[in-house]
């Protein structure tokens, strides 16, 4: 790993923090703009109630001298669990300035990993969004608690209101005791591939983060809105909170991730973060909602996006477009383009991805309505986001370049390597034995990449993701996956097939597409599949499908908290199915097939 092959330019330097510290952050924004509104929570009569940043800076004082009081010490860890919404973003701020160590709890999270997480942190305290999330953390954890908080009226003894922590007077104190390199957070990976790793992180170390972050995004400005929607537990959700007070932001918080499209056309965002499942429902759900249209506005939404793709390819190779083309488009972009963007709002230029890869189909499709999605690239292991693609700079199927303070390489077998001021010091409690850091500070990212020679990285695959069939060829699923996800109504593609003569797919489909006649609904299947990976290499494209309604899910242990798939717990709970489709594959010896398992759940289907 440390014969490198190939160096990108070196990285921008950082511009160092002022103040070193995440409530320094505040007190230089609440010091500078103290009535200017800050953040935006909705009332429980549907408004949307405006906090100042100088009423933020105050709620925070106030809570570090409560947290302080009820007995937080320094480096004391404190758990937050609560759905998104401003007082989680006071208590984490509060827990800082008095000298402890923030925590993220996804209310959402299986238990036993909740409790995995509290037994590791031994919290000394708990900020919750309600009493009976207390459960969720086990008796062993709850036992050690000095102090419990809850964000909406306590309803037992023994439980600090939260809004009793913000009566504390904090005036003539110097309330935020925090130091640049005293731990600021402790995060956990996602765990797809066995039990979450902490990793900790300082103060200095966030602020670095909000710097990186903040000069590929310069249009994050004074009075700019952002969505705050993504479970706050979500490390990148909180550094654009916390990049919102660097450059005065505003932040609006939707508590129910699932009502985000309820509330984004009154949001009206400048920027917009999401994950790929995301914005793969998103275009399903404009695509569901064009399908019911009359025929005359299908047609015309179908040649403005045609259109609006032409132009879009013009713009991405740097070809002037011709007369015609921008007549067509201007016609395009009054008729139907600006409406299809307005449901995201009016101020909306340009969307971020990450925590999976994206279908390069699926970003040309944004595009060509003007919408460009922008991947990013990140590891929990590396505060700092690795690479970007910047509004000014982007390149499809790629994750951007180099953020400044990451300098990347790549290792001989093609892994990316990573080096900065960002990385971890090694998992929490288990120190550098598991890290994957070599001698020369570079920790390996887990993915083959390549890079090329502007600095543009695009990730092959995860190594620990990529199988050999028994004909010797090497299969990366991902990208053979983004290729199955054009197919409508397929919720989930995997594809499997290590030591097979060819790989195969497990695809989950909708229960309105399971409602179809078993017959047309293979041929329709079979046919938009084959489509859909007819340019791949014939190595890499799948010799069968399975088929099903039956969703993964975070409870069932196929999802983590974050959407990402489990694939060793897939293919496990699967492989009795997986088997009997390539039993069907073999007895067939060339002929097409299409079957039905046993208890009916399954569909099985060649190509």
């Given at each position: 790993?440390?014969?490198?092959?190939?160096?990108?330019?070196r990285?921008?330097?950082?511009?160092?923090?002022?103040?070193?510290?995440?409530?320094?952050?505040?007190r230089?924004?609440?010091?500078?703009?103290p009535?200017?509104?800050?953040?935006?929570?909705?009332?429980?009569?549907?408004?949307w109630?405006?906090?100042?940043?100088?009423?933020?800076?105050?709620?925070?004082?106030?809570?570090?001298?409560?947290?302080?009081?009820?007995?937080?010490?320094?480096?004391?860890?404190?758990?937050?669990?609560?759905?998104?919404?401003?007082?989680?973003?006071?208590?984490?701020?509060?827990?800082l300035?008095?000298?402890?160590?923030?925590?993220g709890?996804d209310?959402?999270?299986?238990?036993?990993?909740?409790?995995?997480?509290?037994?590791?942190?031994?919290?000394?305290?708990?900020?919750?969004?309600?009493?009976?999330?207390?459960?969720?953390?086990?008796?062993?954890?709850?036992?050690?608690?000095?102090?419990?908080?809850?964000?909406?009226?306590?309803t037992?003894p023994?439980?600090?209101?939260?809004?009793?922590?913000?009566?504390d007077?904090?005036?003539?104190?110097?309330?935020?005791?925090?130091?640049?390199?005293d731990?600021?957070?402790l995060?956990?990976t996602s765990?797809?591939?066995?039990?979450?790793?902490?990793?900790?992180?300082s103060?200095?170390?966030?602020?670095?983060?909000?710097?990186?972050?903040?000069?590929?995004?310069?249009?994050?400005?004074?009075?700019?809105?952002?969505?705050?929607?993504?479970?706050?537990?979500?490390?990148?959700?909180?550094?654009?909170?916390?990049c919102?007070?660097?450059?005065?932001?505003?932040?609006?918080?939707?508590?129910?991730?699932?009502?985000?499209?309820?509330?984004?056309?009154?949001?009206?965002?400048h920027?917009?973060?999401?994950?790929?499942?995301?914005?793969?429902k998103?275009?399903?759900?404009?695509?569901?909602?064009?399908?019911?249209?009359?025929?005359?506005?299908?047609?015309?939404?179908?040649?403005?996006?045609?259109?609006?793709?032409l132009?879009?390819?013009?713009?991405?190779?740097?070809?002037?477009?011709?007369?015609?083309?921008?007549?067509?488009?201007?016609?395009?972009?009054?008729?139907?383009?600006?409406?299809?963007r307005?449901i995201?709002?009016?101020?909306l230029?340009?969307?971020?991805?990450?925590?999976?890869?994206?279908?390069?189909?699926?970003?040309?499709?944004?595009h060509?309505?003007?919408?460009?999605?922008?991947?990013?690239?990140?590891?929990?292991?590396?505060?700092?986001?690795?690479?970007?693609?910047?509004?000014?700079?982007?390149?499809?199927?790629?994750?951007?370049?180099?953020?400044?303070?990451?300098?990347?390489?790549?290792?001989?077998?093609?892994?990316?390597?990573?080096?900065?001021p960002?990385?971890f010091?090694?998992?929490?409690?288990?120190?550098?034995?598991?890290?994957?850091?070599?001698?020369?500070?570079?920790?390996?990212?887990g993915?083959?990449?390549?890079?090329?020679?502007?600095?543009?990285?695009?990730?092959?695959?995860?190594?620990?993701?990529?199988?050999?069939?028994?004909?010797?060829r090497?299969i990366a699923?991902?990208?053979?996956?983004?290729?199955?996800?054009?197919?409508?109504?397929?919720e989930?593609?995997?594809?499997?097939g290590?030591?097979?003569?060819?790989?195969?797919?497990?695809?989950?489909?909708?229960?309105?597409?399971w409602?179809?006649?078993?017959?047309?609904?293979?041929?329709?299947?079979?046919?938009?599949v084959?489509?859909?990976?007819?340019?791949?290499?014939?190595?890499?494209?799948p010799?069968?499908?399975?088929?099903?309604?039956?969703a993964?899910?975070?409870?069932?242990g196929?999802?983590?908290?974050?959407?990402?798939?489990?694939?060793?717990?897939?293919?496990?709970?699967?492989?009795?199915?997986?088997?009997?489709l390539?039993?069907h594959?073999?007895?067939?010896?060339?002929?097409?097939?299409?079957?039905?398992?046993?208890d009916?759940?399954?569909?099985?289907?060649?190509?």
């Open positions: 790993m440390m014969n490198a092959m190939r160096n990108t330019p990285p921008d330097k950082l511009q160092n923090s002022a103040t070193g510290t995440v409530p320094g952050l505040l230089a924004r609440c010091a500078q703009s009535d200017a509104a800050a953040l935006w929570q909705l009332s429980s009569s549907g408004q109630i405006p906090t100042t940043w100088g009423d933020y800076g105050k709620a925070v004082a106030a809570l570090a001298a409560g947290f302080k009081r009820i007995g937080l010490a320094h480096g004391d860890r404190v758990g937050i669990m609560s759905a998104t919404c401003k007082e989680w973003d006071f208590a984490q701020l509060g827990v300035a008095a000298g402890g160590v923030a925590v709890l209310p959402y999270a299986l238990d036993e990993h909740t409790q995995e997480i509290a037994r590791r942190c031994n919290f000394a305290g708990v900020v919750l969004g309600h009493p009976s999330l207390l459960e969720k953390l086990g008796n062993e954890a709850r036992g050690n608690l000095r102090f419990i908080v809850s964000i909406e009226p306590p037992a023994g439980i600090v209101a939260f809004d009793s922590l913000l009566a007077s904090a005036e003539g104190v110097d309330w935020d005791q925090s130091q640049p390199d731990a600021a957070t995060i956990f765990g797809t591939t066995g039990a979450p790793k902490g990793i900790q992180y103060h200095r170390q966030m602020c670095l983060a909000v710097s990186a972050i903040l000069s590929a995004f310069p249009d994050i400005g004074e009075g700019k809105r952002l969505a705050c929607w993504l479970p706050l537990s979500n490390l990148f959700q909180r550094m654009i909170n916390l919102a007070i660097e450059r005065s932001a505003q932040t609006f918080y939707v508590a129910d991730p699932r009502e985000i499209m309820k509330f984004v056309p009154l949001i009206e965002p920027l917009f973060i999401g994950v790929p499942r995301f914005y793969e998103l275009y399903a759900g404009m695509q569901e909602a064009i399908a019911k249209k009359p025929a005359w506005q299908r047609h015309l939404v179908h040649w403005a996006l045609r259109i609006g793709d132009n879009a390819r013009a713009e991405r190779t740097g070809r002037a477009s011709g007369t015609l083309l921008k007549l067509q488009w201007a016609l395009a972009e009054r008729l139907v383009l600006s409406k299809l307005g995201l709002g009016s101020n230029h340009f969307m971020i991805s990450g925590s999976a890869p994206m279908p390069l189909w699926l970003l040309e499709r944004f060509a309505m003007g919408l460009p999605l922008l991947e990013a690239y990140g590891l929990s292991e590396n505060i700092i986001p690795i690479a970007l693609n910047r509004p000014d700079r982007y390149r499809f199927g790629s994750v951007g370049q180099p953020l400044p303070g990451c300098e990347v390489r790549l290792a001989e077998d093609g892994e990316l390597l990573v080096r900065g960002g990385v010091s090694g998992y929490f409690g288990e120190g550098l034995a598991e890290a994957r850091v070599d001698a020369d500070g570079f920790l390996a990212s993915d083959f990449a390549s890079i090329d020679a502007e600095g543009f990285i695009t990730l092959i695959g995860r190594k620990s993701e990529i199988f050999k069939t028994s004909t010797g090497r699923p991902t990208s053979i996956e983004c290729h199955l996800k054009q197919v409508q109504q397929v989930h593609a995997l594809v499997f290590a030591r097979r003569a060819q790989p195969v797919a497990l695809l989950i489909i909708t229960e309105a597409a409602q179809e006649d078993r017959h047309l609904l293979c041929e329709r299947l079979r046919a938009e084959t489509q859909a990976v007819a340019a791949l290499p014939a190595y890499q494209r010799a069968g499908l399975v088929i099903t309604a039956q993964l899910t975070i409870a069932g196929e999802l983590t908290a974050n959407l990402k798939l489990r694939r060793l717990n897939i293919e496990t709970k699967y492989a009795k199915v997986l088997n009997a390539y039993s594959i073999d007895a067939a010896a060339g002929a097409r097939i299409e079957a039905q398992s046993d009916g759940l399954y569909l099985f289907c060649s190509l």
